[in-house]
């Protein structure tokens, strides 16, 4: 395909002003068509020698560069992806896994030549309408409610390129990255038990994510694994909510003697509210969070949590979504499960006797 460049800038010789100047002046000057002059522009080998060097000439001549804009137009490609996230920005900006992911993938971004749209959406109608609109080349969709999963069956249906940083349940042709959140449950919770805690609370995010879902189904079956009780609570991912389930759970289960909380922003609120009631982490509590985002590692004290590979979710999607949008064989699998990693620092520590 020739790309119709539609106009460009010029420079003069001994003038500072930049002047308009379209690809018909140029072929007008020398002697050639309009579509010639875009065969030069892109490199293409069906030009005589004589022509291609006449047309070269005149382009040197006026130091002519197709915009940017020409370009993208004439490849219809924008070079701008969008970065879909349920949520309001206020929430995104406080969330530090969320903000995590745009900073990686801002940074990846940058050196492959793309900007990034950032889209908080309740509905993924917005993305999809500016994908097929042409506004945007391709879509990141963080961390899918079950709501999404409908315009995301779309997205496959009008062969848009999209990647899923999450858990997607509708078929396994579906590009995500997703943590293995069955199995990072399950290691907070068998750390505790090896750590003595027989009575272990466990606050989650909101249900209509998956990966609360899965969860909490970890939570159930290795509790009835080893014969604990129950206290399971569902919260939104944020410092109050961890505040306030914790509250609940110091006023009417006392015996509890360790949290696992579902994400690290509320298990930094429930050392809050442990610290309110004047006991001590982890001395008389321990607590464990899910994320490890940098600020588990400012608070006082550290926060044990479980890794969930920020940066190399952020890295592997950007990956394979400008690959799918510069149609380069693709090297991945569609589903690329990160298995977690279980680190350790001074919110927990054994069951006081």
Same mark, same amino acid.
């Given at each position: 395909?020739?790309?119709?460049?539609? !106009?460009?800038?010029?420079?003069?010789?001994?003038?500072?002003? %930049?002047?308009?100047?379209?690809?018909?002046?140029?072929?007008?000057?020398? +002697?050639?068509?309009?579509?010639?002059?875009?065969?030069?522009?892109?490199?293409?080998?069906?030009?005589?020698?004589?022509?291609?060097?006449?047309?070269?000439?005149?382009?040197?001549?006026?130091?002519?560069?197709?915009?940017? @804009?020409?370009?993208? %137009?004439?490849?219809?490609?924008?070079?701008?992806? $969008?970065?879909?996230?349920?949520?309001?920005?206020?929430?995104?900006?406080?969330?530090?896994?969320?903000?995590?992911?745009?900073?990686?993938?801002?940074?990846?971004?940058?050196?492959?030549?793309?900007?990034? #749209? @950032?889209?908080?959406?309740?509905?993924?109608?917005?993305?999809?309408?500016?994908?097929?609109?042409?506004?945007?080349?391709?879509?990141?969709?963080?961390?899918?409610?079950?709501?999404?999963?409908?315009?995301?069956?779309?997205?496959?249906?009008?062969?848009?390129?999209?990647?899923?940083? +999450?858990?997607?349940? *509708?078929?396994?042709?579906?590009?995500?990255?997703?943590?293995?959140? &069955?199995?990072?449950?399950?290691?907070?919770?068998? &750390? *505790?038990?090896?750590? +003595?805690?027989?009575?272990?609370?466990?606050?989650?995010?909101?249900?209509? #994510?998956?990966?609360?879902?899965?969860?909490?189904?970890?939570?159930?079956?290795?509790?009835?694994? &080893? $014969?604990?009780?129950? !206290?399971? !609570?569902? +919260?939104?991912?944020?410092?109050?909510? $961890?505040?306030?389930?914790?509250?609940?759970?110091?006023?009417?289960?006392?015996?509890?003697?360790?949290?696992?909380?579902?994400?690290?922003? %509320?298990?930094? $609120?429930?050392?809050?509210?442990?610290?309110?009631?004047?006991?001590?982490?982890?001395?008389?509590?321990?607590?464990?969070?899910?994320?490890?985002?940098?600020?588990?590692?400012?608070?006082?004290?550290? *926060?044990?949590?479980?890794?969930?590979?920020?940066?190399?979710?952020?890295?592997?999607? %950007?990956?394979? *979504? @400008?690959?799918?949008?510069?149609?380069?064989?693709?090297?991945?699998?569609?589903?690329?499960?990160?298995?977690?990693?279980?680190?350790?620092?001074?919110?927990?520590?054994?069951?006081?006797?």
């Amino acid at each position: 395909m020739v790309l119709q460049y539609s !106009y460009g800038t010029a420079l003069l010789e001994g003038d500072v002003t %930049m002047i308009k100047i379209t690809i018909s002046d140029i072929a007008k000057e020398a +002697g050639v068509s309009k579509s010639t002059v875009s065969r030069v522009l892109n490199g293409k080998p069906d030009v005589l020698p004589r022509t291609k060097e006449r047309v070269l000439e005149v382009i040197e001549k006026y130091n002519f560069q197709p915009s940017a @804009l020409a370009v993208s %137009m004439a490849q219809k490609k924008t070079n701008c992806i $969008g970065l879909a996230i349920p949520h309001d920005i206020d929430y995104i900006f406080k969330n530090q896994y969320y903000s995590e992911l745009h900073r990686t993938i801002l940074k990846i971004a940058h050196k492959r030549k793309y900007l990034v #749209l @950032l889209l908080c959406c309740t509905d993924l109608q917005e993305a999809s309408n500016a994908v097929r609109q042409k506004r945007l080349d391709g879509l990141i969709v963080i961390s899918p409610v079950n709501s999404h999963l409908a315009a995301i069956q779309t997205f496959k249906d009008h062969e848009i390129p999209f990647v899923v940083i +999450g858990s997607c349940p *509708l078929d396994n042709s579906i590009y995500q990255i997703r943590i293995n959140d &069955y199995k990072g449950i399950v290691c907070a919770i068998e &750390y *505790l038990w090896e750590l +003595g805690h027989r009575d272990i609370a466990f606050i989650n995010g909101p249900m209509y #994510l998956p990966s609360s879902v899965e969860r909490l189904k970890a939570y159930h079956d290795i509790t009835f694994k &080893y $014969g604990l009780k129950k !206290y399971d !609570y569902e +919260g939104r991912h944020s410092l109050e909510s $961890g505040y306030k389930f914790a509250t609940i759970v110091l006023d009417e289960h006392p015996e509890v003697t360790a949290f696992c909380v579902s994400s690290d922003y %509320m298990a930094i $609120g429930v050392e809050k509210a442990v610290f309110a009631r004047g006991l001590r982490v982890p001395e008389d509590i321990s607590v464990i969070g899910f994320d490890n985002i940098p600020i588990s590692e400012q608070v006082t004290p550290t *926060l044990s949590t479980i890794d969930q590979f920020i940066e190399e979710k952020a890295i592997k999607s %950007m990956n394979i *979504l @400008l690959d799918i949008i510069e149609k380069k064989d693709i090297k991945y699998p569609y589903i690329i499960n990160i298995e977690p990693k279980l680190c350790i620092r001074q919110s927990t520590a054994p069951k006081s006797s």
